[in-house]
């Protein structure tokens, strides 16, 4: 069985803080992928960032950056100088040997000006 | 704009009616899934279909039932509704092998279903 745990349910910073959305995740697949997601107010699911198992490369796009540690079964997500826009619910994923995507619960992130 | 589309918007309906919801997924993917978002439940997987067969069930009621047609695109039909069916139905799709984990699934704007 999978398991995504986003143990941050909300999170409210002010603008151009730094935030770090936390992704612990279960799996007894030996090759398996991460995904991230961001849900604005208007509703829709957009996707950030892929990772497989075998990669740990840390990864940047722009103020976005993710760290991956298999050790700790971690996919953390981090917004460099957040901005009002990113306000939003950001769902981590895993899916593993099957075709379903398990989600964690979601962490609202509120970034206040 | 991710390129998957769906139909309707929203939708208010009664318990005990039926309800069909179309989707439309991005032009040359074969995959299509579907997913509920409840405030109880999360995000929750409910079926996929690869080229026109069922490849994947998730926790998919039997008042549910879906469907992928040879243009590709799916129906996700809800009989019976209840007022825990009410939900933000999401449908995604992928390039599409019949079991593709690294597959990207891009998500419609989804369907918002309210059963009074």
């Known amino acids: 069985a999978q398991k995504v745990t986003q143990a941050q349910t909300e999170i409210s910073v002010v603008e151009k803080e730094d935030v770090t959305l936390d992704c612990v995740y279960e799996t007894r697949d030996t090759t398996y992928y991460l995904f991230w997601y961001k849900q604005p107010p208007s509703g829709e699911l957009v996707f950030l960032i892929r990772?497989?198992?075998?990669?740990?490369q840390n990864e940047i796009s722009g103020r976005y950056s993710w760290n991956f540690q298999k050790s700790t079964s971690s996919f953390n997500f981090t917004i460099t100088a957040s901005q009002v826009v990113d306000s939003a619910v950001y769902f981590c994923a895993l899916n593993g040997a099957g075709n379903m995507l398990t989600f964690g619960g979601g962490t609202r992130l509120m970034v206040k000006p | 704009d991710s390129g998957v589309t769906q139909t309707p918007k929203h939708l208010i309906t009664a318990t005990g009616q039926r309800v069909t919801l179309r989707c439309s997924p991005r032009s040359g993917d074969l995959s299509v899934y579907w997913y509920q978002q409840s405030l109880d439940q999360g995000l929750q997987f409910l079926i996929q279909y690869y080229n026109g067969e069922e490849r994947a069930k998730g926790n998919i009621l039997e008042r549910f039932s879906a469907q992928q047609f040879p243009d590709l695109h799916s129906e996700l039909n809800l009989s019976s509704l209840e007022l825990g069916d009410s939900a933000l139905y999401f449908c995604?799709?992928?390039?599409?092998?019949?079991?593709?984990?690294?597959?990207?699934?891009?998500f419609g704007p989804g369907t918002r279903l309210l059963v009074l």
């Open positions: 995604a799709s992928s390039v599409g092998r019949a079991l593709a984990p690294q597959e990207t699934q891009y």
């Open positions: 990772r497989n198992s075998f990669d740990e």
